[in-house]
């Protein structure tokens, strides 16, 4: 009913008296119809146009996968209740869920006209079990025809903490932070190599030093040089660290075995050899170079044109595996004592693959007798995070000691300003 038909239903009603009561019987009734009917009308209008759903929320991030992982970066990046993020799972039971205080979507829950990357949280390793979690993440994506620039794996954390600085804004203290703890909570893949750059990074701090050199001796398929060079991407951006770096590898595998201590009952001439170096080449960044031939033979000349006071190397990672291979990549620590970090973390792969693996043989061997050979150049085994919860990495981390530095020889001030991971 109109404003206008209430208005003149009420004036009649004032304007009767008793002799007409039978009259506004009658106008009563037409009025109880008329407002029936409008109000059927309207019930009827409603039914057919029903309310529209709940609009799908539209992030610009997703990490895939509720992992404890997930939950780290979520504080860390102060992602939590954040409109642009979401946290999805590909396992139906999870949808819908509580994850440590973060609500679960289902991936087709979420409408994606806005997204800019996928992160998947579950780890990119050679376990089995946990290599095809990943591939099953992987292959989800691309059936849900992700482009594959838009997936990033907790391999890339350049990557990653580049699209979520696209959403979360921070202050330069808080970018410096986020580059510690991510590391401190082991939250990307690879956690030994992060320890380790992380460490290298705070040395080039303390000597005001913007820059420092990694080296992987053993490259293989490139996992791990890759693997480093998103490391490096993530710590120049969030500490301002830039980083050079250089992978040696034979390219036709591992050297024909020599003798006992080269371990052959573990290792064979010719395994390990780089399936294609032209592919491997073209997916590395600018600053980092693939240098291929025995290292015996390569190292000498790479000293003498990339050794550097203002890039100092900062980080190395041996896995050259045998004796003789490793007594060659132990030169790198003869170097001018300016071309080197004064503390440098050594990562030595075979430093836990078994009983067979001694300091009378090998790795241990070479390292060894490079401390006999040496006053000033040391090499040592440390367990590290002691603080943390156990890990195998843990007691693989070396440290090369260059005592004859300008740094530690006290001719070197020292900045301490960003000392945060070298505690420990």
């Known amino acids: ?26 106008r009563v009734r037409e009025l109880e119809r008329l407002l029936g009917r409008r109000a059927a009308e309207g019930a009827v209008s409603e039914a057919s146009h029903p309310a529209p759903p709940a609009a799908a929320m539209k992030p610009r991030i997703v990490f895939l996968g509720a992992e404890p992982r997930a939950i780290g970066l979520i504080e860390i990046y102060g992602l939590a209740d954040h409109p642009d993020f979401a946290l999805a799972d590909r396992r139906p039971d999870f949808n819908g869920r509580q994850f440590h205080g973060q609500k679960v979507f289902g991936f087709d829950e979420l409408a994606l006209d806005r997204l800019e990357a996928v992160v998947i949280t579950e780890d990119p390793v050679v376990i089995k079990d946990s290599a095809e979690e990943y591939a099953g993440a992987v292959g989800f994506l691309r059936r849900k025809g992700l482009p594959p620039g838009q997936v990033i794996s907790v ?20 970018n410096r932070q986020i580059g510690h703890l991510a590391v401190r909570r082991n939250l990307y893949h690879r956690s030994h190599y992060a320890y380790c750059m992380i460490l290298a990074a705070e040395t080039a701090l303390q000597m005001s030093l913007a820059k420092v050199s990694a080296v992987e001796f053993g490259v293989y398929r490139g996992s791990g040089l890759k693997n480093m060079c998103e490391i490096a991407d993530f710590i120049h951006q969030t500490l301002g660290v830039e980083f050079r770096i250089y992978g040696f590898d034979t390219g036709a595998g591992l050297p024909a075995v020599a003798d006992w201590r080269d371990h052959p009952e573990i290792w064979t001439g010719g395994t390990y050899a780089m399936p294609d170096f032209t592919e491997l080449a073209a997916q590395l960044p600018d600053n980092c170079e693939l240098i291929i031939g025995d290292c015996k033979d390569t190292l000498a000349p790479f000293l003498r044109a990339y050794g550097s006071a203002e890039a100092p190397i900062g980080f190395v990672s041996l896995d050259v595996d045998q004796y003789h291979s490793t007594v060659s990549a132990l030169k790198l620590f003869s170097a001018e004592a300016t071309h080197l970090a004064p503390v440098i973390p050594v990562w030595v792969d075979d430093a836990y693959i078994g009983v067979l693996q001694t300091t009378y043989a090998g790795e241990g061997l070479a390292i060894r007798e490079f401390n006999e050979q040496h006053d000033l150049r040391k090499i040592e085994q440390k367990v590290v995070r002691t603080d943390d919860f156990p890990r195998l990495w843990h007691h693989c981390i070396h440290f090369a000691h260059i005592f004859d530095h300008p740094m530690r020889q006290g001719r070197m001030p020292v900045n301490f300003e960003y000392f945060y991971h070298t505690a420990y």
């Open 155 to 174: 391999s890339e954390p350049g990557k990653a903490h580049r699209a979520l600085s696209r959403v979360v804004a921070r202050t330069a203290e808080h």
């Open 1 to 26: 009913m109109t404003k206008g038909e209430h208005e003149a239903a009420e004036n009649d009603a004032e304007d009767i008296s008793v002799g007409g009561l039978r009259d506004l019987e009658r």
